[in-house]
């Protein structure tokens, strides 16, 4: 799992706006072997960012998701990608925030049975600068 | 049973025959037997009323087990699955949970996805839902001025699932007369029932 990402934040409405491009390659496996079975009709996959500032002790923001179904190849090559949703910090703590977490976690649903949320293995930190940028297009 | 004689009227057809079988039954029926048949069906009330009281305490949630009612979560829930929740006080709310919750002061409750997550030192958290299916966050279905989902709001967390068996639930309600004659059927084979 790899993640490369360039950034720079802006306040809007005083809460810290974040941009992140990111690159994805992943393999999803369950114990070694293809996470397709009988019983999973489809993976909700999520890259979330998590990170901690001044306000709050955890913060935890979805960038970005996809569904994959039953059928779909589970290997991921997206590159330069933007972040699906708005990023936005409750607060100011994005600004010279040197720790925010990239993980990507999907959630199993079953045809019928348990629904588990599980994390992959990789991960990324990515530092925010500590300026904000006026605006630029993106 | 129809070519039975000794005194039974024959009356036309199976059906018939069935049907005076039955009412038979009722007039040979004592008080004694009558009292035993209800307490029977009231054990039987009472011991579904015990399972799901036992249900909300071992999960936690107020309603453990819902209905899914709309298509903002598909491709995964349709209108008709079922869903398992628990709701333990000791759970954090992440990103990526679905939860089901209820927006103050509506009764409905509603399954989404939990997208971002601002929780404190002291462990008040704040949390904002979104249905797979739709294209914008859930802020415009909270209450007016409300921005964010508190755990107070949470009814539970989905576990599990089972496909299309709640669509009995909702056919009962959108069809009353359906229901009405479905407790007719259950009540009246449960009284009439008789253990050889």
Redesign the interface.
């Known amino acids: 799992l790899r993640k490369n990402v360039e950034d720079f934040t802006g306040p809007r409405e005083r809460s810290d706006l974040g941009f992140v491009t990111f690159d994805i390659t992943a393999d999803i496996l369950n114990r070694k072997k293809c996470i397709f079975d009988w019983n999973v ?2 993976l ?1 996959l ?1 890259l ?1 960012a ?1 990170y901690s500032t001044k ?8 960038l970005w ?1 996809k ?1 994959m ?1 039953r059928g779909d190849n589970p290997r991921l090559s997206l590159k330069d990608m933007k972040s699906k ?1 708005f990023f ?1 910090d ?1 607060g100011n703590g994005l600004k010279g925030n040197r720790n925010i977490t990239l993980t990507l ?1 999907w ?1 199993v ?7 588990p ?1 599980v994390t992959g293995s990789g991960h990324v930190s990515v530092p925010f600068p500590d300026t904000y940028e006026t605006t630029k297009s993106y | 049973r129809w070519g039975r004689g000794s005194g039974w009227p024959r009356s036309g057809g199976i059906r018939g025959g069935a049907a005076m079988d039955l009412f038979g039954d009722l007039r040979r029926m004592n008080k004694r037997q009558l009292y035993y048949q209800v307490l029977n069906f009231a054990m039987i009330v009472s011991s579904a009323l015990m399972i799901w009281k036992g249900l909300i305490v071992v999960t936690g949630s107020e309603s453990p087990i819902v209905v899914v009612l709309s298509g903002s979560m598909e ?3 349709h209108r008709g699955d079922l869903l398992f929740l628990t709701n333990f006080h000791d759970d954090p709310i ?5 939860v089901v919750f209820k927006v103050e002061g509506r009764d409905i409750p509603i399954v989404h ?1 939990v ?7 002291n462990g008040n958290i ?1 949390f904002l839902t979104k249905g ?1 299916n739709n294209e914008v ?1 859930d802020r415009g279905l909270y209450k007016e001025g409300q921005n964010w989902l508190e755990k107070k709001d949470v009814v539970g967390r ?6 299309y068996v709640g669509m009995v639930t909702i056919i009962m309600n959108d069809y009353p007369k359906f229901k009405y004659a479905l407790l007719a059927v259950m009540g009246a084979y449960v009284l009439l029932k008789r253990e050889s």
Do not use: M
């Not at chain 2, 992440?94 to 679905?98: D, L, P």
């Open positions: 009709k489809q909700f999520y979330s998590e306000n709050n002790a955890l913060n935890q923001v979805v998701d569904i179904l949703y936005f409750d976690s959630n649903v079953p045809n019928a049975g348990i629904l949320l | 491709p995964a829930f992440r990103a990526g949970e679905i996805r997208i971002k997550v601002h929780e404190k030192g704040k797979d966050d989905a576990r599990g699932f089972l496909p």
